[in-house]
């Protein structure tokens, strides 16, 4: 089954402790891609990867670290978390852009729920 | 600087009728919208999308209209359905871009 993976689906932890959540996808995609999802904000990329080695900034990359040394897996490392990074976080990927239609193929994880204290 | 809105944080609509869904955007530069659609403790999910040169898309029972001179785009659903009922998210992008811009959502609940 074609699908994205993350992990933990639940986390609570305290201020400072670092952490990873891990994102892996089954589909060979080379686009991969981190948002948080807060109320009132919407869903905001963190950061994204257009393929293996290669990492850019979204609109909100501060206080997050990712890496893409594989293909399928797209971790993201939060090195010192703080009380507003409590959000929903989604993985997404999707194959290569060809074409803005190629947005209409991007699979989303089922989300992390984080709480730091 | 919310680039794209979604005023109506929530709608209810009941069962059999149109439950119309609206999404304003401020970037002139945008060229494809899309929605997406997300349950409770699940990813959002593609639903439909629309390129900057047409005006209309239908998917069956989705229909998204967009408005360039307004800077709007609206998503149709008739008939509505119970399995309707989530959080509806439009999204935008301009052709140089690599991320999707979001809007803030709306609860959609269709009502028995």
């Known amino acids: 089954e074609a699908q994205v993976t993350q992990n933990p689906r639940y986390l609570i932890t305290v201020t400072g402790k670092k952490l990873t959540v891990t994102c892996s996808q089954n589909?060979?995609?080379?686009?991969m891609s981190w948002y948080r999802q807060d109320p009132g904000l919407g869903l905001r990329q963190i950061y994204y990867s257009m393929n293996v080695e290669v990492t850019d900034k979204g609109d909100v990359p501060e206080g997050y670290k990712v890496s893409r040394k594989e293909k399928r897996n797209f971790p993201l490392i939060l090195e010192s978390p703080s009380p507003n990074q409590t959000s929903l976080y989604f993985c997404a990927s999707s194959l290569a852009r060809t074409g803005l239609s190629s947005y209409n193929e991007q699979f989303f994880g089922p989300g992390t729920r984080l709480t730091v204290l | 600087d919310q680039q794209v809105k979604q005023n109506s944080p929530s709608l209810s609509v009941q069962e059999g009728r149109i439950s119309i869904l609206n999404c304003d955007y401020t970037n002139s530069m945008f060229d494809y919208f899309l929605w997406y659609k997300k349950y409770p403790a699940e990813g959002p999910t593609f639903l439909i999308s629309i390129s900057s040169i047409k005006d209309k898309n239908e998917d069956g029972r989705f229909t998204v209209f967009l408005n360039k001179s307004a800077k709007h785009l609206s998503l149709h659903i008739v008939p509505s359905q119970p399995g309707d009922s989530a959080v509806y998210f439009c999204a935008a992008i301009t052709g140089t871009a690599s991320k999707l811009t979001f809007g803030t959502g709306t609860r959609l609940q269709v009502t028995l």
């Open positions: 589909m060979n995609h080379e686009y």
